[in-house]
């Protein structure tokens, strides 16, 4: 999600907050839940929760609260110790730096994640097992079409096509007519 100031605010999405606990996208004229918030914020789209009556920025407790929705329902990413230290640290002199180096961690660690795969593409693709994939798949396509079956006319038949039923009796048909008149030129010779 890109950082409060650094998008245009024509990025940003509006999403009011009602009363009644509904949220309500502007962008779109449509109500909306928490998971979709939290979609959004996968996909790293930039939005603003505002209390409808007051227009209070309220995105910080929104995110809080899709945070404990995550952390409750599905496996869990924050480990107790961490919440403890995160806890005993409100309140203490050192508060008003926590908030500068989470987000600076988190950076570091998008950053090195990006480089990670970056790098483990870069070896996937010039490993010989890459290398191998391919020849085994150009051998695959090969042999493939070796198998296709061709229809009079030297054309191939569509894969997974079958001739039909009818075209199958008529060729069939064709050969016994031509192995009926070889029949009779020999029984005339003999």
Known sequence: MAKSGT???NDVI???KYANRRL???RSSSYITLDFLAKLTREGKDFQVLDAKSGDDITHNILTQIIMEEESS????LPVGFLRE?????GNSMQSMIPQYLEASMDAFRKNQEKFHSAMEGSIKNSPFAQLARQNL???EAASTAFTPRIPGGKDAAPGSAPSSDDEI???KAQLAEMQRKIDGLADKG
């Open 24 to 26: 309500y996208n502007t």
């Open 14 to 16: 509006i999403i009011k």
């Open 170 to 172: 008529a060729a069939l």
């Open 7 to 9: 998008s245009d605010s």
């Open 86 to 90: 995160l806890i005993s640290m409100y």
């Open 138 to 140: 150009a051998m695959f």
């Open 74 to 77: 599905g496996q869990q990413m």
